[in-house]
């Protein structure tokens, strides 16, 4: 029973860690492409969706190619990933780009986006990597 337990959380966490990772390159990718195109003003809240989205599945996509087959076997535990991860991942992201903007308050915005970003990521995931 406890080989099980701790074999369900290195999958989980497994899974995390590859959408963390995935996020991470997606802003250092929009970040290199806002700068190459001299982009200045923000974005609205429909590009930003669509970008999380986009970049969620095409993410997605290529961790596929490199990780063909998914960390967790039993379908209810990838229904439960699907549903549990891209929260996880928001709050991670949200709290980093906190501390590293030195501010307390909550932002409901870079929680949304990056936990949009982890649904597309897990769901392609999901979809394709049976």
Known sequence: MLEALIELLVEFFGELLLQLLAELFGALFKTGWRKLTRHRTPSSALGETAWS???GCVAGALTLLLFPQLALRQPWLQVLN???APLAAGLLVERLRAWRESRRGFSTPV????????LA???TRYTFGH
């Open 111 to 118: 929680f949304a986006y990056a936990a949009l970003f982890g």
């Open 121 to 123: 990521f897990a769901a």
């Open 53 to 55: 989205l986009g970049t």
């Open 82 to 84: 699907l549903l549990l």
